[in-house]
């Protein structure tokens, strides 16, 4: 039922006035001697009034408050999972027939009167035979949470699930709470069927040329026991290494491991298939592709000294740990130097007036690369403090002073192991300039001078992170002796290598100082998502700037390649690429930054999502146990007529809304021919009685 009520913005003592102004206008007006009747003249009279005092009350401009009622039909959302497991597991005749009497149940709704809206795994659908049963993920509590959100929760009167139960994201539906009633269709084969599935690959995304790599398959199998399978690797569909596994177990869990040898450079892909068998469920998830990027770009890191010594053979142990170092000598007299794109430079014993071994320093000094400064009883001081940034050294009459190390707790720039510092602690001393010290911002100091058991403030091992050129500097040589000492007492030099290497790999770790930048938000897609690309342009002082015109173009393993074009905004200036077929892609992105043409160049994969393969055994414990949960009922797909019956029994309850509306009197029409209807018959009857 809807009601009115007058609002008055202004004093209701106005519509009084209106009221007198009308009877002052008509009374000026008929008291006058006229051609009319007394009776007339009061008709005319009355016309008069009305109408003036009408026109004067629109003026003070009332409001009319109306309280509309609307009865809203309640929602049922059918939810029908449309995940690639059904018809893997039962076929697609059975979905088929799924579908038609679900559509059935709708129809029947809609004829009680709910609003019955229908909904797949990626959204809201239009009409149901749109569905495909093609999705590669099942997130069932995502889709049913976020039904209240979408629909209102007041309006949203019950669900209707249809699943196999199966969830492979998310949590399980049944530990979320929902306000309405979740009835629950099971569609699928509950008995598990004999399948072997290559459930996952472990692998490294990313290895080196001529490294070793492993790549690790996980198989469950079910129903194959005293089976023998086989799992082979290919490569460019050349079988390079196979595995064979015992199934010991009706059901059981397998790992095999093949060790791989990264012999060409680039993205490359490997299969891993096992052996289909006759009687298997399905071959869909039996074999897996990977894509492993071998990069071919060894850190080169030269050693540079004026004269052999024993610390350039410890150091060199160290190096040999990382495979992904390749090392150079430079020793003049000894052998040749050589011209490499170096990343890291150590100097062992710099400055000792030897002319070929300091020239060929200061000349990587000026190409701003890291350098990592040993010092020796032959090093000139003055020389070195004059190029180093890190540290100044006023040495007392060229005296020397033997000192062991000691860690300094407060350093940040890596961390050490808990019994690093009592290793140290034991290693003999070796000789340091004896004089005082001053640190050039921004140092650190990683070891301190121990002078018998008394540690002092004096650096030993300084660390600086410089903007331009990182550095660190030993002041001393001899460190062969601590590497021998602690595997002379531990038997092993796990200490010694784990500093020095942390040390080797903090200071070739290179900063990006491109002004032109492209990077994939990640290294592997699967096939549904979307490739990003993250774009970042600066300016001379690493400012960033936008509207910068970006010429993308992506190639696949095949040679087929793509090209694009996008502009970077402050708002957005990432770019995306969907559809891309499974495969191995490389990507080379150009821009103009400050009239200079740069080029980016990057590889990504995408991957063929295969997770619905995995398990195709139904769960309709888990749809029982979410209709028992939320005052729903469970039938199976066949059993959906029962559901249509039991649903017929609960008839529709619209929910009543009211709104107020609010409008002015002068919008309504009726007021506007009431006016003219009054002046009208006023003038019809003044001239009917022959007045003008």
Partial sequence: MNSAELIFTNSPWWFAIALIAGLGYAWLLYTAKGPWSNT?????????????????????????????NTTVPPIAVVLFDNSSSIPLSVGGDAVSTALDNVKNLSAALSDQGYDVKWRSLGGEVTQADSIKSDYETSNLSKQLGNLPDQYGAKDLSMAILVSDGIYNQGISPDYKNFTVPVHTVGIGDTIPKKDIILKDVRYNKVAYLDNQFP?????LQNGYKGLTAIANLRKNGQVIDSKSVIFDQDRSFHTVEFIVTAGQAGINRYEIVLAPQSDEQSAVNNRKNIYIDIINNKDKILILASSPHPDIKSIKRVLELNKNYEVFDYIPGINEFKNEPYSLVIAHQPFTGNRGADNQLKALIEQELPIWYILGEKTRIPLFNEANQTIEIVQSRGQFDNVGPAVNK???KFTLTETDPKVLSELPPIAVPYGNTRLKAPSEVLLKQKIGN??????LLVVNNNTDRKEAVLIGSGIWSWRIMEASRNETTETFNAIFSKLIQYLNTKEDKRKFRVNTSADEYNDSENVVFNTDVYNDIYEKIYDISVQLSVTDEQGNKQNYSYVTSQGNSDYRIGGLQPGAYRYTASATVNGKKEIVTGGFTVVKLQIESINLTADFNLLKRLSTKTGGSFVTSDEVGQLQQQLAAQPAQGILYTEERFSQLIELRWILLLITALFSAEWFIRKFSGGY
């Fill in 410 to 412: 407060d350093f940040g």
């Fill in 215 to 219: 790549i690790s398959a996980e198989i």
């Fill in 40 to 68: 007339t003249k009061k008709i005319l009279f009355a016309l008069r009034t009305l109408a003036v005092a009408l026109i004067i009350f629109l003026l003070i401009n009332p409001l009319l408050k109306r309280a509309v």
């Fill in 454 to 459: 008394i540690v002092s403030e004096r650096p």
